[in-house]
């Protein structure tokens, strides 16, 4: 059971996602009838003193990475991904985890798990945009974009900002139960779990391809979504074998047309649940889905939501369609 927290903070450290794991274990709310207990909240740092944050801001540390020692979470904040970090850090990082410790990270933390040799073969995410450079500098790392937190083990890594309470109030589950979890994002006045993951968020301008003719095409099919493109008919229209189109296309664009197609209509889709009224059949037909079960899968299959939830989360003023 976790009583005790220590959350490890370097120069160059991002206040919101601080303030995030703040809120979760370090306020005191068990005098408010929730049955949330009161933890050991302790902040350290390499040396202790005044260390700048990400705003221009800074902290006054008194504490430093001897606090972390014998606590049974111990929170990476977010800093600079081409900063150091120092042996010191991760080896209270290792320590952590070899003495059973919970060991999170919040953001661009997880480069410091990484850099620590925790996240070798192991599922983990950080915010969208550091994902793929996470992904390059640490290959043993099995880094999943389009999730808001994993728990592989004992090891939590959440995505950027907001994602880091989600991974709070998951690990307040596992250990309290979901009462006390529903009691502080009550208190917080947030969702106890959001639908979805990240994938949601993420924006996927299309691709530019290296040539004109397949620069063209690709314009052309986004301009007729709703048609079905066979191969031979796509390969035809930039005067190319079936065989040689289909492995052009791949080489440009990374995926087949079919996948590109869906791809786009999902993104159409998103687009037309954000800033329309249209009811889920009309973004259906819209987006070149034509049925709304083959919207719902492919949707669902791309961004781990249902295009319900997704409306919600976007367009939360509007009406149920």
């Known amino acids: 059971m976790i009583t005790s927290v220590a959350m490890i903070v370097v120069p160059n450290f991002s206040i919101f996602e601080f303030g995030t794991a703040f809120e979760v274990f370090g306020i005191d709310r068990s005098a408010r009838g929730s049955g949330v207990p009161a933890f050991d909240f302790r902040v350290c ?26 606590a049974d979470l111990v929170i990476m904040a977010p800093f600079g991904r081409d900063e150091d970090v120092s042996e010191a850090v991760l080896e209270v990082l290792r320590a952590a985890h070899e003495r059973g410790a919970w060991v999170m990270s919040i953001c661009s933390g997880a480069f410091a798990l990484a850099r620590a040799g925790l996240l070798d073969g192991r599922r983990c995410t950080t915010h969208w945009h550091y994902s793929q450079e996470l992904a390059a ?31 709070c109030l998951h690990l307040i589950r596992l250990e309290f139960g979901a009462k006390v979890a529903a009691g502080i994002a009550r208190d917080m006045v947030v969702p106890p779990h959001r639908d979805g993951g990240q994938a949601q968020y993420i924006d996927r301008p299309v691709p530019r391809c290296g040539s004109e003719p397949m620069e063209e095409l690709l314009q052309w099919m986004l301009g007729h979504l ?31 047309p079919a996948a590109w197609l869906n791809s786009q209509r999902v993104l159409r889709a998103q687009e037309l649940l954000e800033t329309t009224e249209l009811n889920i059949d009309e973004v259906a037909r819209e987006s070149g889905f034509g049925h709304t079960v083959l919207l719902r899968h492919h949707f669902t299959k791309a961004l781990d939501t249902s295009p319900q939830s997704y409306r919600r989360t976007f367009r939360g003023h509007l009406a149920p369609v």
């Open 45 to 70: 740092t390499p040396e202790p003193g005044d260390v700048p944050m990400k705003s221009g801001l800074s902290m006054q540390v008194g504490l430093g990475l001897e606090a972390a020692a014998d």
């Open 137 to 167: 500098k640490y290959p043993a790392a099995l880094v999943d974009e389009n999730v808001l937190y994993v728990q592989d083990g004992r090891i939590i890594t959440s995505a950027g900002t907001a994602a880091g309470i989600d991974a």
């Open 226 to 256: 709703e048609k079905d493109h066979p191969v031979n008919g796509l390969a035809a229209r930039v005067h190319m074998s079936p065989r040689t189109f289909a492995r052009r296309f791949r080489s440009e664009t990374g995926a087949t």
